[in-house]
Nanobody
């Protein structure tokens, strides 16, 4: 059974940092798009960042560019989201999601589309609260 398990959320002050992890089981990262999404209270899911499990190409929402960094460890089957300079508006439940197997040329379009419910697998989320 495929599982994506997020960890690393918590309470942090504005300007602080957190690193989220997404551990995948029963699937491997290559030939997949793996994305981080977030949902703030009363809002829709928003694509935050995405990475190609094959070549590590990364994509970011404008709201997090320069502050967040996505990375992957293929050997550990884990994707990370390093979040720096956190702001109160970053408060949300953060979800990891992975596509089904894709051609490498298709991964880009999936990452750019950032459709949370269009991903084949989704985790249960981890809460990030940015507050003083």
């Amino acid at each position: 059974q495929v599982q994506l398990v997020e960890s690393g959320g918590g309470l942090v002050q504005p300007g602080g940092s957190l690193r989220l992890s997404c551990a995948a089981s029963a699937i491997t990262l290559p030939y997949r798009a793996i994305g981080w999404f977030r949902q703030a209270p009363g809002k829709e899911h928003e694509g935050v960042s995405c990475i190609s499990g094959s070549d590590g190409t990364t994509y970011y929402a404008d709201s997090v560019k320069g502050r967040f960094t996505i990375s992957r460890d293929v050997a550990k089957n884990t994707v990370y989201l390093q979040m720096n300079s956190l702001k109160p508006e970053d408060t949300a439940v953060y979800y990891c999601a992975a596509s089904g197997p894709l051609a490498i040329t298709t991964i880009r379009s999936v990452c750019v589309r950032a459709d949370f419910y269009g991903m084949a697998y989704r985790g249960k989320g981890t809460l990030v609260t940015v507050s003083s």
